[in-house]
């Protein structure tokens, strides 16, 4: 089954711990793309990668950074969260001109 | 830059009724492609209808109905027979086919829907 995995789900963290959220695609997708999505503004652009090792930045990098070591996975790194960062976070994937972008479930994070 | 515009925060529908959501779009491309992402309270993204640009027929998916109107930037989705399960935020999303936007997939802000028994 085609999927986007992403962990965790939930998380409470304070301010200041670093921490990952993974996202596994098992596609062989070369576009992968971290969105955050907040109330009343839609869903912005993190970072986004077109293969291994090609990773950009998108609409809202500040405090974050993220890794393409494998085309499978597109981790996002918060190496210093703050409570501007409380959010809920999907990866996505998709061939480089796909007409279908597969989500993952998301990940509620929230900063204390 | 590319941008898409839901103008309308929140709806209202009668169970049963039609509704029409709104979705505009600033783009100078010619090739792109066009969504309706349905979320639930669950918050999964779920795809409820695509347009290819490149075609002229608007897309239907059972009750679900778009109006592409390229020239105007223009992409309202149409629901029919509104059923409660249909209850939920409607995100509009455009997708460039070109290199220089990075193939970016842009979002509205999203409308949130509200059946009405």
């Known amino acids: 089954e085609a999927q986007v995995t992403q962990n965790p789900r939930y998380l409470i963290t304070v301010t200041g711990k670093k921490l990952t959220v993974t996202c596994s695609q098992n596609?062989?997708?070369?576009?992968m793309s971290w969105y955050r999505q907040d109330p009343g503004l839609g869903l912005r652009q993190i970072y986004y990668s077109m293969n291994v090792e090609v990773t950009d930045k998108g609409d809202v990098p500040e405090g974050y950074k993220v890794s393409r070591k494998e085309k499978r996975n597109f981790p996002l790194i918060l190496e210093s969260p703050s409570p501007n960062q409380t959010s809920l976070y999907f990866c996505?994937?998709?061939?480089?001109?796909?007409?279908?972008?597969?989500f993952g479930e998301g990940s509620w994070l929230t900063v204390v | 830059a590319q941008t898409v515009t839901q103008s309308q925060p929140e709806m209202s529908v009668q169970e049963a009724e039609t509704v029409t959501l709104s979705c505009t779009y600033d783009?100078?491309?010619?090739?792109?492609?066009l969504f309706w992402y349905k979320q639930p309270p669950s918050r999964q993204m779920i795809l409820v209808i695509r347009?290819?640009?490149?075609?002229?027929q608007n897309a239907t998916e059972n009750r679900f109905s778009v109006n592409f109107q390229k020239a105007a930037k223009s992409f309202s989705l149409k629901i029919s027979d509104s059923q409660l399960g249909d209850a939920a935020m409607y995100f509009c999303a455009y997708r460039s086919l070109s290199g220089g936007s990075n193939y970016k997939l842009t979002f509205g802000k999203g409308t949130l829907l509200t059946v009405n028994p």
């Open positions: 596609m062989n997708h070369e576009y």
């Open positions: 996505a994937s998709s061939l480089i001109q796909g007409n279908t972008i597969y």
């Open positions: 347009q290819e640009a490149y075609k002229q």
């Open positions: 783009t100078s491309e010619s090739d792109y492609y």
